[in-house]
């Protein structure tokens, strides 16, 4: 199976090369459209900053390649943002997978601390992503940033307020969370979109 990690100027990518490898995968890491619309699944990950991020792929028409792609898709955490409409950081369009918009996380106490960061559990999960789950699993997050609630939510988590830690839409599929930072819970994740 050919399984191909989109190469773009985000960090947090060579954590996934990484987690796929100690699954028996050796994925092709490539920005060559050709490459990815050839896989037989497509990995996009990220970690950084929004609108830099869809400069990057705008400037290499990977915007459209990923949007264009029939394949399962699966983004993660900067790249779930990035399949979203439009984000507030940076001002900026993304390539509009998910109907909804990425919000800043607006702390009400003085211990909601902004970025959101480490282990945090998830329920309501929905779809095969989450094959095996029991609900309650928990999951490692850094993020600045959220997707609310919305009729693509395939799992919620709560801080501050309840938002999307997944999101599922015909064959893409994303999570905020880093499954290849949590456990064998993410890894569970991963080999459930590998089956897909």
Not at 65 to 85: E, H, Y
Not at 112 to 133: H, Y
């Amino acid at each position: 199976m050919n399984i191909a990690v989109v190469k773009y100027n985000a960090g947090n990518i060579y954590s996934v090369v990484n987690a796929l490898r100690r699954m028996g995968i050796e994925p092709d890491l490539t920005d060559d459209p050709e490459r990815l619309m050839k896989a037989d699944k497509v990995l996009f990950p990220g970690q950084g900053e929004a609108r830099s991020a869809m400069e990057y792929l705008k400037e290499r028409k990977l915007d459209m390649v990923i949007r264009d792609l029939k394949q399962p898709v699966f983004g993660i955490c900067v790249g779930q943002q990035l399949l979203c409409r439009h984000s507030d950081e940076g001002d900026v369009d993304c390539i509009g997978i998910f109907d909804t918009n990425v919000r800043r996380f607006k702390p009400v106490l003085h211990e909601e601390k902004v970025p959101a960061m480490g282990w945090n559990q998830i329920t309501d999960t929905k779809t095969q992503l989450f094959n095996g789950f029991n609900g309650g699993e928990y999951v490692y997050f850094v993020h600045s940033y959220y997707v609310p609630l919305c009729k693509d939510t395939i799992a919620t988590a709560d801080y501050i307020h309840p938002y999307s830690a997944a999101l599922a839409k015909d064959n893409f599929y994303s999570t905020q969370f880093h499954p290849e930072k949590s456990g064998s819970v993410g890894a569970r994740i991963l080999q459930n979109f590998i089956d897909l």
